[in-house]
């Protein structure tokens, strides 16, 4: 066997008085963790195919001077292939059981409700509206113009709230009158760039979002169904289009003669567009994707939605200093430089800002604001809030938020 560790989800913690590596399924496809000595992160880069377990030991013993007996190398790919972390037939058959459930089923339904949000239709109103009353005026004109997308964040409503309201707050007409509504969301698992579709409703608390099926055919069409579905699994988990949903479902109400049907798109990572020559625009898959939406949906009363977060910054994502009140003074001038460029709707010129700075802020919205205003084709935003969220109980790494409307 040569064991093939899969792309997995890896935090440092503390197990008793020892530091531990914690590896589990970003899919949830098993509810087993996985805790490791730091010592034996080696072995997880080693686990890539190539090796079997006397070459992995081998390895081992001359990369790092750690001697594992085959009896203890086995022990832990138990563990890793028990919790469904490496790339073999026993992940594959419970990935295939898991999409075949998915898919069989009437919804996907909210899988945050009763955790970042409560489950219950009632106090989930009462929340929400609870942010808005709070909010802050934002001091937008109503200048008459319809409104035709928004940037809303996808981090948790306990951080974001304000935000969330601040952009939400005033659309309530605006969301009653869309019979479609696209949500382009970040895919926090996907490795690669390009769009994953699905067939399934959205569900939430006050019900079902039904998924705008000849919108979706026809983007899979475009793109070719391997493509379009290949990670639709990712639908399940991820947290970015349901957090928008959610909000969008809210403002919507009752007693609608016609729902407001969902296109709800997961956007991979643009890292291969920062990184190389290529450029989305260019990109064939992209585009006929992109021009597939924009012809079913043309004679529709249409909202585009990002759900996307600005930056990333820090120790708890990779950065070796603290962010300090310097940082974030400085963080919050390259966020206000890049929403006015959001602003004035090139999406081009959005994308070029962020590849010029290699991305160095991990900016997690790329892809869903670049689709967002590449849909819109020039239309021009306002900022409607913005904040710097703590992500790491010291308060030294932060995940920079916006609200943008686009009429």
């Not at 087993?32 to 072995?43: G, S, T």
């Not at 070459?55 to 022990?75: K, Y």
Request: proline share 6%; glycine share 8%; net charge negative.
């Amino acid at each position: 066997m040569r064991p093939k560790l899969r792309a997995v989800e890896a935090h440092w913690v503390q197990h008793g008085r020892q530091p531990a590596i914690m590896l589990r399924d970003p899919l949830r496809l098993s509810d087993q963790v996985v805790l490791l000595r730091p010592q034996l992160a080696l072995l997880l880069q080693l686990c890539d195919g190539t090796r079997d377990e006397s070459e992995l030991r081998a390895a081992l013993a001359v990369r790092a001077g750690l001697r594992l007996t085959p009896t203890d190398l086995q022990q832990i790919l138990a563990q890793l292939d028990n919790a469904l972390l490496l790339d073999n037939e026993r992940f594959a058959q419970a990935h295939t059981a898991a999409l075949q459930e998915f898919r069989s089923a009437p919804w996907r339904p909210p899988g945050l409700a009763g955790i970042n949000y409560p489950a219950d239709p009632d106090e989930l109103r009462e929340t929400l509206q609870r942010y808005v009353d709070s909010a802050p005026d934002t001091g937008q004109p109503t200048d008459g113009r319809p409104v035709r997308g928004l940037v809303s964040p996808h981090i948790d409503y306990q951080r974001g709230g304000p935000v969330y309201a601040q952009v939400w707050a005033g659309l309530a007409e605006a969301m009653r009158q869309a019979e479609i509504a696209i949500i382009f969301g970040t895919d926090h698992l996907s490795g690669e760039a390009g769009l994953t579709l699905t067939r399934q409703h959205y569900a939430t608390p006050w019900g079902v979002l039904p998924t705008a099926h000849h919108v979706v055919e026809a983007m899979a069409q475009a793109m070719g169904d391997q493509v379009a579905f290949r990670e639709e699994l990712h639908h399940r988990v991820e947290h970015s289009i349901e957090l928008a949903a959610v909000w969008l479902h809210h403002l919507l109400g009752d007693g609608r003669e016609k729902p407001c049907e969902l296109v709800p798109v997961l956007c991979g990572p643009f890292q291969r567009f920062v990184a190389g020559d290529d450029r989305p625009g260019q990109d064939a898959a992209l585009t006929a994707a992109m021009e597939a939406l924009r012809a079913t949906t043309a004679s529709a009363r249409t909202i585009v939605i990002a759900a996307a977060d600005l930056a990333h910054v820090g120790p708890a994502f990779g950065d070796s200093y603290p962010i300090d009140f310097v940082g974030r003074a400085k963080l919050t001038a390259a966020d206000q430089q890049l929403m006015a460029t959001i602003c004035t709707g090139d999406a081009e010129a959005f994308f070029q800002e962020v590849k010029d700075e290699q991305d160095r802020r991990r900016i997690c919205g790329l892809p869903p604001i670049y689709l967002t205003l590449r849909y819109l084709d020039g239309a021009q935003g306002e900022v409607s809030g913005y904040m710097q969220c703590p992500a790491d109980q010291t308060n030294t790494s932060l995940v920079s938020i916006c609200g943008i409307v686009f009429k």
